[in-house]
Nanobody, 122 residues
């Protein structure tokens, strides 16, 4: 069973940057994507970015495209999320997860970690 431990969340001013990291233990099925979703209080989970476990293909939600970059270090078994030009609406708990996007637009989440809090505020 795969497990995730996220780190890197913090309080940052609008326009600032953060880098989240996810340490992965266990095996991930080749057909899945590994990445991140976020959840703000009172809102549904929003898939934001992932990287294909087998092909390394990257996926981004429209809300973060051009600002966030996902990367994977196979040697360290980590997945990172570099977040630039942060906005107050990016405030949420960010979770690392296994993700499936069967139709290219709907995101489904399998296993995920406890999450790390990102707060964007002046």
């Amino acid at each position: 069973q795969v497990q995730f431990v996220e780190s890197g969340g913090d309080l940052v001013q609008p326009g600032g940057s953060l880098r989240l990291s996810c340490a992965i233990s266990g095996s991930v099925l080749d057909y899945t994507c590994i990445g991140w979703f976020r959840q703000a209080p009172g809102k549904e989970r929003e898939g934001i970015s992932c990287i294909g476990a087998a092909d390394g293909r990257k996926h981004y939600a429209q809300s973060v495209k051009g600002r966030f970059t996902v990367s994977r270090d196979n040697a360290k078994n980590t997945v990172d999320l570099q977040m630039n030009s942060l906005k107050p609406e990016d405030t949420a708990v960010y979770h690392c997860a296994t993700i499936i996007i069967p139709d290219g637009s709907s995101w489904f989440f399998g296993s995920w970690g406890q999450g790390t809090q990102v707060t964007v505020s002046s």
